[in-house]
């Protein structure tokens, strides 16, 4: 995985190639890259000055790439206070993880049906390149292959509609998706289940690839639940940190 993967993904999930301004694509990658990693944490303040500072630039951009974001779930602005990093509720959570549990499980029963042999060897090389990101504790690395995995899932099925969907969620479940896998043990247990997963799909048995990443879906959610329960105990107050120069 590199930075061009990170970029690439980022710049199609909020269509920075339709934005007339490069300076607020850039501000609205980094900023979204940050949340997402848990570099820019839940709650914490996004100061405009620190930003513009940042990239030397006047608050116009900035605003402008802190609203795209805005749009997406991942910040959060409301009048006379300063804009700051979304933090989902638990309710919250726990609807985004039911919705995703059942797209997921979609997906894994159309890959059964669609996926060619070529196809499959692809994937295999994707899960073997993650197993060693897995076993060499590489968490952000890990995290960007697993999305671009189920990236390529979702280009194999070709269902447009439920590609679409899972696009309409995708950045406010980039968040929480990383912050599963920084649990003790996360990435051992995800990789187990993409290996399962993708020898369910090799053997055709659909119900269990749908079965098996429902399960998985299911078993991320309770990470992201505890992690986000031990970070509240732990942590002081966010807002109140500054943006690193």
């Known amino acids: 995985m590199t930075d061009q993967d990170t970029h690439l993904v980022l710049e199609r999930l909020l269509r920075l190639r339709d934005r007339r301004e490069p300076l607020v694509a850039q501000i609205a990658e980094w900023v979204g890259a940050g949340i997402i990693e848990g570099r820019l944490e839940p709650g914490q303040d996004l100061n405009s000055v620190d930003l513009s500072r940042r990239f030397d630039t006047s608050r116009t951009p900035v605003r402008e790439a ?5 749009q997406e779930g991942l910040v959060e602005m409301k009048a006379r206070r300063r804009p700051r990093v979304a933090a989902p509720s638990l309710q919250d959570i726990r609807d985004i993880y039911q919705v995703r549990k059942q797209l997921l499980a979609m997906l894994a029963g159309l890959l059964v049906e669609r996926a060619g042999e070529a196809e499959l060897t692809e994937l295999r090389t994707r899960v073997e390149r993650m197993r060693k990101l897995a076993d060499d504790d ?13 990236e390529r899932m979702t280009e194999i099925v070709g269902n447009a509609t439920l590609k679409q969907i ?7 479940t980039l968040m929480l998706r990383h912050l599963s896998l920084t649990r003790a043990g996360r990435l051992a247990y995800s990789i187990d289940d993409q290996e399962r997963l993708l020898q369910a799909v090799e053997e055709r048995d659909g119900e269990l690839a749908s079965a098996l990443i429902a399960g998985a879906t299911v078993r991320a959610q309770r990470a992201v639940e505890e992690q986000l329960e031990q970070d509240t105990e732990g942590r002081k107050p966010a807002r109140r940190r500054r943006i690193a120069s």
Do not use: C, G
Request: proline content about 0%.
């Open 138 to 150: 590489d968490v952000d690395a890990y995290f960007w292959s697993h999305v671009l995995l189920q």
């Open 66 to 70: 802190l609203m795209l974001l805005e």
């Open 166 to 172: 899972l696009d309409s969620l995708a950045l406010r």
